[in-house]
């Protein structure tokens, strides 16, 4: 199963907004609804930002959101804060009921 | 409060089978929709999904390392125990444990993880 393909990097000023994609196939990101995104800072462990393609855990801010369309995911973050700034990975189920994860972003604020 | 630790060796040889343990408070795996899955990331490198194991029992493994992964677990002592045989230099990475609900099939609690270096 091949890693999904998610931008190096992206970059963006205080208070602006950002979308990160997430692109992989038919057999995963566009088959399902499964598809989630973390948030890593260096040297901790990630945490769940979406589940479902756009739903928020609690304790989440609402500057978190996600969308999909076919078989790209996207993460946008508005209101751009420099706590944002971290990795960001997104993870899907596939159709050989095994997971996947893209190859993380690296946000800059 | 739901919260995971991983435990195992810090150094292993190559060749050598790997075991680490995942311990975990505030859910059992005996709950329907309860799973814990074991994640790596190579240092500076992308999370790699290593296999999972549900509260009635399935266990899933990745394709590529099916052939020497292993996911059991004790749910009277709230662990999940995973093994990899045949451990490789490619395979030094920090391994994570983490929970995943049927309610969010997302990886919702995560494990501080746990720094393997394969060396000799």
């Known amino acids: 199963q091949s890693a999904l393909t998610q931008p190096a990097s992206v970059s963006g000023s205080p208070g602006q907004s950002i979308t990160i994609s997430c692109t992989g196939t038919?057999?995963?990101?566009?088959?399902?609804?499964?598809v989630s995104w973390y948030q890593q800072h260096p040297g901790k462990a990630p945490k769940l930002m979406i589940y479902e393609v756009s739903n928020r855990p609690s304790g989440v801010s609402n500057r978190f959101s996600g969308s999909k369309s076919g078989n790209t995911a996207s993460l946008t973050i508005s209101g751009l804060q420099a706590e944002d700034e971290a990795d960001y990975s997104c993870?899907?189920?596939?159709?050989?009921?095994?997971?996947?994860f893209g190859g993380g972003t690296k946000v800059t604020v | 409060q739901v919260t995971l630790r991983e435990s195992g060796p810090a150094l292993v040889k190559p060749t050598q089978t790997l075991t680490l343990t995942c311990t975990f408070s505030?859910?059992?795996?005996?709950?329907?929709?309860?799973?814990v899955s074991w994640i790596r990331q190579p240092p500076g490198k992308a999370l790699e999904w290593l296999a999972r194991?549900?509260?009635?029992?399935?266990?899933y493994y990745s394709t590529s390392l099916k052939t020497r992964l292993t996911i059991s677990k004790d749910t009277s002592k709230n662990q999940v125990v995973l093994t990899m045989t045949n451990m490789d230099p490619v395979d030094t990475a920090t391994y994570y444990c983490?929970?995943?609900?049927?309610?969010?099939?997302?990886?919702?609690?995560w494990g501080q993880g746990t720094m393997v270096t394969v060396s000799s």
């Open positions: 505030g859910f059992s795996l005996t709950t329907s929709g309860m799973c």
């Open positions: 983490a929970r995943t609900t049927t309610v969010t099939n997302g990886f919702d609690i």
């Open positions: 993870s899907s189920y596939t159709s050989s009921s095994t997971w996947v």
């Open positions: 194991i549900d509260w009635d029992d399935d266990e």
């Open positions: 038919s057999s995963d990101v566009g088959g399902y609804k499964y």
